[in-house]
């Protein structure tokens, strides 16, 4: 089954605890989570335009009718995956963004968060679709920004802008431009999916690099 497949990756597509659910429930919930497993598969696999709920179901083992008791069209399918996949993931983020420590500090640990949370896991199937997806169905890139990246973004101007008043870092760069932090992480992702046979990325390690050179002295600290 799919959701046994992505086991080691992500436990769970809520990420979160809930009261024990009647057996029903539970059944439900369970084809309920297949089926997202399985989208994201077909997804990955095909692109949203070729990707068949028919193809969907049969992945997820269940009737075709089966997904439209829990999902309007295709593209609620996808909404649902960014939104239950990614949200405990940027909710992470955004506790990481509160606490009271030097700038840098919280860059280390988001480097360690990305590496683990999304380039390790089907995280990272989304956002290469997201990628490659995109441009052609625009509703679906605005999903996304408005559900991961614009969150993401807030928290992050709110720390550049703290670091600036401490004297963390000398200029406002990552206040008008917090994409300078998430880049390397997309560079990653197009990478792996395209070089990695030919020469494999160690994206710790690279992302780790761009961190000291955003905060060598001279920069922007």
Known sequence: MPKAKHKSSVTSFRGRSRPAPSLRAEKSAARREAILFAALDEFSVRGFAAARLDDVARRAGVAKGTIYLHFRDKEALFQEIVRSLMGPFVGTLEGVFRADVPL??????????????????????????????????????????????????????????????????????????????????????????????????????????????????GKIA
């Open 104 to 217: 840098r500090t919280i860059a280390d640990e988001v480097v360690d968060l990305f590496v683990r949370e999304v380039f390790e896991t089907q995280r990272k199937s989304i956002i290469r679709l997201i990628i490659t997806e995109g441009p052609r169905f625009p509703k679906l890139a605005e999903f996304y920004y408005r559900e991961v990246l614009s969150r993401i973004f807030v928290g992050m101007r709110v720390l550049a802008r703290r670091a600036l008043e401490r004297g963390e870092i000398s200029d406002d760069a990552l206040i008008r431009f917090p994409q300078l932090i998430a880049a390397p992480g997309l560079v990653a992702i197009i990478w792996s999916g395209l070089f990695d046979g030919f020469e494999p990325l160690d994206v710790r390690e690279m992302l780790k690099a761009h961190i000291n050179i955003l905060f060598a002295k």
